[in-house]
C-alpha cells in the first residue's frame, strides 16, 4: 500500500491483493472504504447482513482495480498540478480521494472502476 498525499491532504491509495483475508486499509472516516480479499477455495464467511445506516458524504471516492493489462495514472492536487505518476496492474488498485487524475492505458486492459453513488454527472476537464 503506498499513500498519495499533497499539502498534507490524502489524494490516494495505491493498494494490492497480496495478503489472505480480509485486508482493509482506508481510514473509517474515508468516503470509499476499500478492502482486499483473498481466500484459498473452500473458505466459507458466514451469512450476514449490514444495518442500513444512513451515510453522508461531502466528496466521491473512485477506485480502480485492473484484472489484467496496465494503467498509468496521474494524479493532481486541487491547484491542478501534476504531483505524481504512477503505474497499476493485474492485482492491483488505485482509490482517488482528492485532486484529480489522468488515466493512460498502457496495454489492453480489463478493470473495474468503483464510486459511491448516488451518480451524478460532476465531471470537470482541464
Given at each position: 500500500?503506498?499513500?498519495?498525499?499533497?499539502?498534507?491532504?490524502?489524494?490516494?491509495?495505491?493498494?494490492?491483493?497480496?495478503?489472505?483475508?480480509?485486508?482493509?486499509?482506508?481510514?473509517?472516516k474515508?468516503?470509499?472504504?476499500?478492502?482486499?480479499?483473498?481466500?484459498?477455495g473452500?473458505?466459507?464467511?458466514?451469512?450476514?447482513?449490514h444495518?442500513?445506516?444512513?451515510?453522508?458524504?461531502?466528496?466521491?471516492?473512485?477506485?480502480?482495480?485492473?484484472i489484467?493489462?496496465?494503467?498509468?495514472?496521474?494524479?493532481?492536487?486541487?491547484?491542478?498540478?501534476?504531483?505524481?505518476?504512477?503505474i497499476?496492474?493485474?492485482?492491483?488498485?488505485?482509490?482517488?480521494?482528492?485532486?484529480?487524475?489522468?488515466?493512460?492505458?498502457?496495454?489492453?486492459?480489463?478493470?473495474?472502476?468503483?464510486?459511491?453513488?448516488?451518480?451524478?454527472?460532476?465531471?470537470?476537464?482541464?
Amino acid at each position: 500500500m503506498v499513500k498519495i498525499t499533497h499539502n498534507a491532504e490524502l489524494l490516494g491509495i495505491k493498494f494490492n491483493i497480496s495478503k489472505k483475508g480480509f485486508r482493509s486499509f482506508t481510514e473509517e472516516k474515508l468516503s470509499l472504504q476499500i478492502s482486499t480479499v483473498l481466500f484459498p477455495g473452500g473458505t466459507t464467511i458466514d451469512p450476514h447482513y449490514h444495518k442500513p445506516i444512513r451515510r453522508i458524504t461531502g466528496n466521491l471516492g473512485e477506485a480502480i482495480v485492473v484484472i489484467d493489462g496496465k494503467i498509468r495514472i496521474s494524479i493532481f492536487g486541487k491547484n491542478k498540478k501534476l504531483v505524481r505518476k504512477i503505474i497499476i496492474k493485474s492485482g492491483e488498485g488505485f482509490v482517488l480521494y482528492a485532486g484529480g487524475h489522468k488515466l493512460e492505458f498502457l496495454e489492453t486492459t480489463r478493470a473495474f472502476e468503483l464510486k459511491n453513488g448516488p451518480f451524478i454527472f460532476d465531471r470537470v476537464d482541464f
